[in-house]
């Protein structure tokens, strides 16, 4: 069993055991009755009591005295109905009446009700069994005498007929086995202004344990009840919660014992339940997918830098070999250039390659600030028309619209972008041509376009020249001045800003190409 579903077992579990508390409060029941019915066979014995001091009193003695005779007829009317054993002392404590005998003597058969034959199915008689041992836990255990049965009864026997013989009202518990009591309450009977002798009533606890058991065994299978509903609800619970999370789980430590490629790695797909579990799947999910793509493309990148940096090395290293050979100044002279040109391209590779693998830990690092993106363009036109060459296109920038646009991201890296754009730019336009930086607004996004004059772009590579090392370069160009990184480079760095770039052929004029930018504001 998880710990996760050992707690949600545990807390769901604490209502029921409160309401097994409820013994506790059973067991304080049971004593009210106790004290309940000892008030009512008070009430009884002082009714009696008084009837035995009014009709039982001797007439011919100077002293008042119960007259025995009449005092047993008249007990023995008076507990006819009573559940109660009514026994009456006369003022020297001897034993003068009994209500069981004299019931027995009127009936001539002394009768007792057995309890029933134990018919129980095995249910009722293994919770019987339970009860018990519970019981034995929870119920008071009271420090009683031994209640004993005497045939020759005194007043002396009883605490409390002794009480009652000084004329005050007692009772007394005692205990008579198998967790019962003998409850008895003592009161004097009084002639005259005189106690003449003293009456006990005694009855068992069968009755009040009965009722008490009737509860208890009650509250044991409403407990039972909710203590079934709450472990199945725990664990249904615990199987929509805690067996999702572990297959979760498992699954995110398979991806991260893969040896090889994870593409084929799966997180289990939650997102019906329309909950958090299913929020987690999902974005879990879409993170082992970013996480294949970005091992494939650092894979490729690896695999494009090795043939990148491949092909001038093989070309400088036929150069060499080529050059140790011959010994003509003007051949030597052409393979000296063709080795400079693959050192300039290996170091122009190189740092490119650095730059690229520097720009995604510094993203992920650093905190976006706002930027005046207004500023930046015309700060980064204003230093292109400052070291431009007559011979060369010329630079333009326009702002549509007023107002700041602030858009979140990096000074440096956004410069960055724009450069690679008019750089892009300016090697494809012709020394008469015009490079235009238009910036706008468009809703919720700052979008600023650099367009050309040159040749265009093929459309079938629109989309490709954003791809690594990917260079198609105009004719004429001195070989090794691109690695082919920088469209590369300009739409990781956009993108990482919520943003995007792309490319397009001008309408507008007969040829051109034109790159759009849009960043959120």
């Known amino acids: 069993m998880s710990p996760l579903t050992r707690r949600i077992l ?77 026994r009456l002392f006369d003022g020297e ?46 119920m008071t255990t009271l420090d009683l005498p031994r209640y004993t049965e005497l045939p020759f009864a005194h007043a002396n026997d009883y605490s409390e007929v002794g009480l009652a013989l000084d004329g005050e009202n007692a009772n007394g518990l005692r205990d008579i086995g198998d967790g019962r009591m003998m409850l008895s309450v003592a009161v004097p009977v009084q002639g005259l202004r005189k106690v003449v002798g003293a009456l006990m009533l005694t009855i068992d606890s069968t009755e009040i344990d009965t009722r008490v058991r009737e509860e208890r065994l009650t509250v044991m299978k409403l407990f039972a009840l909710v203590l079934g509903f709450t472990v199945a609800a725990s664990l249904y619970l615990a199987a929509a919660i805690v067996r999702p999370i572990h297959r979760l789980a498992e699954a995110a430590d398979r991806i991260r014992a893969a040896k090889g490629r994870i593409a084929h790695l799966h997180i289990p797909d939650f997102s019906a339940r329309h909950d958090e579990i299913g929020d987690l799947s999902v974005v879990l999910g879409a993170m082992t997918q970013a996480l294949s793509q970005r091992l494939d493309a650092i894979e490729h990148f690896a695999a494009d830098v090795a043939h990148e940096v491949k092909n001038p090395l093989t070309s400088l290293r036929s150069a060499m070999e080529t050059f140790a050979r011959i010994d003509k100044p003007e051949p030597r002279a052409r393979l000296l250039a063709v080795m400079q040109d693959d050192v300039r391209r290996m170091d122009r590779l190189i740092s490119d390659i650095s730059e690229a693998s520097r720009l995604d830990a510094e993203l992920g690092r650093a905190e ?52 690679n754009l008019i750089d892009n ?97």
């Open 10 to 86: 545990l807390i769901n579990l604490a209502a029921p055991f409160l309401l097994a508390i409820a013994f506790l409060y059973l067991d304080q029941f049971r004593l009210g009755l106790i004290d309940t019915r000892l008030n009512a066979l008070q009430f009884e014995g002082n009714l009696i009591a008084g009837a035995l001091g009014e009709s039982a009193i001797s007439p011919y003695e100077l002293a008042p005295s119960l007259d025995p005779d009449m005092a047993r007829q008249l007990l023995r009317r008076l507990s006819a109905q009573s559940s109660a054993r009514a």
């Open 93 to 138: 404590g001897e034993l003068i009446a009994d209500s069981r005998l004299l019931l027995a003597a009127g009936r001539g058969v002394v009768t007792r009700q057995l309890p029933p034959p134990n018919i129980e199915p095995p249910w009722d008689q293994a919770l019987f069994k339970l009860y018990d041992k519970v019981n034995a836990v929870f």
């Open 368 to 419: 976006a600030a706002p930027v005046d993106l207004d500023a930046l363009l015309r700060s980064v036109v204003a230093q292109y028309q400052d070291q431009a060459k007559p011979e060369g296109p010329k630079l333009d920038y326009r702002r549509d619209g007023s107002g700041p646009l602030l858009v979140p991201g990096f000074d440096s890296r956004l410069g960055q972008v724009v450069r």
């Open 425 to 521: 730019a300016v090697s494809f336009s012709p020394a008469d041509g015009v490079i235009e930086v238009v910036l706008r607004r468009d809703g919720a996004w700052a979008v600023f376009t650099v367009s050309d004059d040159g040749p265009g772009i093929p459309p079938e590579n629109l989309e490709s020249i954003f791809e690594r090392f990917y260079s198609e370069r105009p004719s004429g160009e001195a070989f090794g001045l691109h690695s082919g990184l920088g469209l590369s480079i300009s739409r990781q760095i956009v993108q990482s800003l919520g943003g995007d770039i792309r490319a397009e052929n001008r309408r507008d004029k007969p040829s051109g190409a034109r790159f759009i930018v849009r960043l959120p504001l």
